[in-house]
């Protein structure tokens, strides 16, 4: 069975250009996560999804980032503008319902010149 | 709110030898715990998991740990280390009803002498 699938697995891009990163979860999994990892640092939630419905988002920088989930499976994170401060690895995690444990990416490792 | 402390930020050993990974959390009640594991470039694999029942706790690749509730703690062990588990290593607190949104640990680097 396929983990969770994460792309690109890399981006540089200039400060103030867009960026987006897209994951597609493990399948049956209804609870989606998305993470960001600063250098040296444990990874921080910045959103939670059940089925198509962010029931978190209380740690997303939202002037600059948004996500969606159509149809509860496949799921898009967005920066515009990207800073040099959003530089990091945001991963993509699912579960399967809340009490069970959430199954990571690869990750997406961000650099913004 | 929950958070979670790794004291060590780096710990070197031998190979061959015991490893203990000390992880401890703040949280009014009994959270779920995990330990992940993270190779460079690589996402997180979990290496265990507690949730209820017996504190101790078996995981993949020869990695326990226990749940010590008097001392809010959650050290993973491994009584003889592998040059491949040279990782970064994450303790993560989840609540219970909450979705499992879990809040790590800034992590423990481990590196093994040959």
């Known amino acids: 069975e396929a983990g969770v699938v994460q792309s690109p697995r890399y981006k540089i891009i200039e400060k103030k250009q867009p960026v987006a990163f897209w994951c597609n979860p493990i399948?049956?999994?209804?609870?989606l996560y998305w993470y960001r990892q600063n250098l040296g640092q444990g990874p921080e939630l910045l959103i939670r999804?059940?089925?198509?419905?962010?029931?978190?988002d209380s740690q997303l920088p939202k002037d600059r980032f948004s996500a969606e989930r159509l149809k509860g499976v496949d799921s898009t994170l967005k920066i515009q503008p990207a800073e040099l401060g959003d530089s990091a690895v945001y991963l993509c995690?699912?579960?399967f319902g809340g009490g069970t444990e959430a199954f990571f990416g690869q990750g997406t490792r961000l650099t913004v010149v | 709110a929950q958070s979670v402390t790794q004291p060590d930020i780096h710990i070197t050993v031998s190979e061959g030898a015991s490893l203990e990974l000390r992880c401890n959390y703040s949280?009014?009640?009994?959270?779920?715990l995990f330990w992940y594991v993270q190779s460079p470039g690589q996402g997180l694999q979990l290496l265990l998991k507690?949730?209820?029942?017996?504190?101790l706790v078996q995981g993949i690749k020869g990695f326990e740990a226990e749940f010590k509730r008097s001392q809010s703690s959650f050290n993973l062990r491994k009584p003889s280390v592998h040059w491949s588990d040279a990782a970064e290593y994450f303790c993560a607190v989840g609540v219970p009803n909450a979705g499992n949104m879990l809040t790590f640990g800034g992590g423990t680097r481990l590196m093994v002498k040959p």
């Open positions: 399948s049956g999994h209804n609870t």
């Open positions: 999804y059940e089925n198509e419905e962010a029931v978190d």
């Open positions: 949280y009014g009640a009994t959270p779920y």
């Open positions: 507690y949730f209820s029942g017996d504190t």
């Open positions: 995690a699912s579960s």
